[in-house]
């Protein structure tokens, strides 16, 4: 088992900046591939950005590329996510994923098997 647990979010103005972090514990062997994934208020969940945890390699939905990045400690077996120049619209429950294989597509909500429980980003004009 593998356990997730997300930090970071806040209240910002938009044009500002937050860090979410999401440390992994358990069999973190079981964290290949590791994931953002947000939901607002009424809409569905939706992949932010995946990292492969061994190569390093990072994609991004087109909404936050340039704005966003993906990055990775594995010594301390954490996750982050850089968010710069946040609008309105990012405003969102943001969740850590994460799975042993290959997510495909990697915005696929049922390719990963362990999440975390969300860390609030709210965006004010």
């Known amino acids: 088992q593998v356990q997730l647990v997300e930090s970071g979010g806040g209240s910002v103005q938009a044009g500002g900046s937050l860090r979410l972090s999401c440390a992994a514990s358990g069999n973190t062997d079981s964290t290949n591939y590791m994931a953002w994934f947000r939901q607002a208020p009424g809409k569905q969940r939706e992949g932010v950005a995946v990292i492969a945890v061994d190569l390093g390699t990072t994609l991004y939905t087109d909404s936050v590329k340039g704005r966003f990045t993906i990055s990775q400690d594995k010594a301390k077996k954490t996750l982050y996510l850089l968010m710069n120049s946040l609008k309105p619209e990012d405003t969102a429950m943001y969740y850590c994923?994460?799975?042993?294989?290959?997510?495909?597509?990697?915005?696929?909500?049922?390719?990963?098997?362990?999440w975390g429980q969300g860390t609030q980003v709210t965006v004010s004009p």
């Open positions: 994923a994460a799975d042993p294989r290959t997510p495909v597509p990697w915005w696929s909500l049922v390719r990963y098997k362990y």
